[in-house]
């Protein structure tokens, strides 16, 4: 038994979907919770004005009964407001009448650090927009839509998860004069986020194979976030300048650590610490003072696109990141207790924390 998630969606197309399968019967859906964390994912100092116009919330298509899931893939819909001034620029099929709105233009200037380039040769399209409309990060309302569904799975295991910036354009606190200084050159900023997960017991996870290890998993789901170029569990890449002695995490007699710099997670498998992930956001591509291109209709030096794009997007990063470590444990947990029935994953999850005598959390 395990959780999938298929998404699909374009930027300015008319919506953004997931199927979820996997889930067990019996879970109540909070409504109000998954519309907060998409709001969560609009917000932060630095996004652009779009966010304002967009204001998501969800719909449920199948697989949910009155606020309970039904054992059954669940979809979920959360429209683009936006498509309204894209009607013929990004209509699924052919369009009629003049041109009118946006996207009508085809987009031949691609943005050095986006999918611009690689998009239009890869797929052979001549047109940017083809392969920006989906690279965008605009999809990643639907990963958290999926991700606060995986938050209330695994909250029924005591289980709580929660992103928070660390730092924006190399600024620990107070980063919003620095965004407000990139702002004004037309420039863009990265940062560090860090999702922190409580509540996990030992056992999730597995080091019998690399597709098991749940460090591995959670570092492909944070890098295959959009703009995030680097990825650590725990202490992560300080523990490489460490000796053994001040690396490791000693075990006291009731089997807790003294410390946590390996960040939950040893040999792939949790060890009932709270897990610590960390992920670092490049700046963002699409910048208002463009850097130097290509025009791919004329092969002439050029400027890149220049389109609407926030600034910063570190608030929003920590949100999606917490939806995809949220989404990997509660794989990890479906994968471990099984059951079509909630009451049958909970059952054995009391079962194995009863086995290997480990507190339940409250
Ligand atoms: C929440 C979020 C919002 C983003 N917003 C923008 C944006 O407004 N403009 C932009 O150029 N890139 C934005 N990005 C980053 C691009 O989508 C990303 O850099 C691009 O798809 C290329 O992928 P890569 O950076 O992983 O190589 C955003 C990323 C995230 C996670």
Do not use: C
Request: aromatic share 4%.
């Amino acid at each position: 038994m395990t959780l999938a998630l298929a998404t699909a969606g374009e930027s300015h197309g008319p919506a953004l979907v997931a199927i979820v399968t996997g889930l067990p019967a019996g879970l109540t859906l909070d409504r109000e919770a998954i519309d907060a964390d998409l709001r969560r994912r609009q917000q932060g100092y630095g996004r652009s004005p779009r966010q304002q116009l967009e204001q998501d919330a969800v719909e449920v298509l199948a697989g949910l009964r009155h606020g309970r899931t039904l054992g059954t893939p669940l979809a979920l819909v959360v429209r683009n407001r936006d498509h309204k001034n894209w009607t013929w620029g990004m209509s699924p099929w052919p369009p009629e009448g003049e041109p009118s709105g946006k996207g009508t233009k085809a987009v031949t200037l691609p943005r050095p650090g986006h999918a611009d380039l690689a998009g239009v040769l890869k797929y052979g399209h001549t047109d940017v927009r083809d392969a920006l409309e989906r690279a965008s990060a605009r999809h990643t309302a639907v990963q958290v839509a999926a991700g606060a569904v995986a938050k209330a799975l695994v909250s029924e295991l005591g289980v709580s998860v929660a992103g928070t910036v660390l730092e924006v354009g190399g600024v620990v606190e107070s980063w919003e004069a620095a965004i407000d200084a990139a702002r004004g050159d037309r420039d863009t900023l990265g940062g560090v986020v860090e999702v922190r997960v409580t509540g996990v017991p030992p056992g999730l996870g597995s080091y019998a194979s690399r597709d098991d290890r749940l460090d591995a998993r959670l570092a492909a789901a944070v890098m295959g976030i959009q703009a995030v170029k680097g990825v650590e569990i725990g202490d992560g890449f300080a523990l490489a300048r460490l000796r053994g002695s001040h690396a490791h995490d000693e075990i006291e007699t009731s089997r807790r650590r003294r410390s946590n710099r390996a960040g939950g997670i040893e040999a792939g498998v949790t060890n009932g610490e709270e897990i610590v992930v960390r992920a670092a956001m490049k700046p963002l591509p699409t910048l208002m003072r463009p850097l130097d291109s290509v025009d791919l209709a004329t092969g002439e030096a050029a400027q890149a696109l220049v389109e609407r794009s926030d600034v910063a997007a570190v608030e929003a990063l920590a949100v999606v990141a917490e939806s995809a470590v949220a989404w990997e444990l509660a794989r990890a947990a479906r994968e471990k207790f099984g059951g079509d029935a909630l009451e049958d994953l909970l059952a054995a999850h009391r079962a194995y924390l009863d086995r290997i005598q480990w507190p339940r959390t409250p």
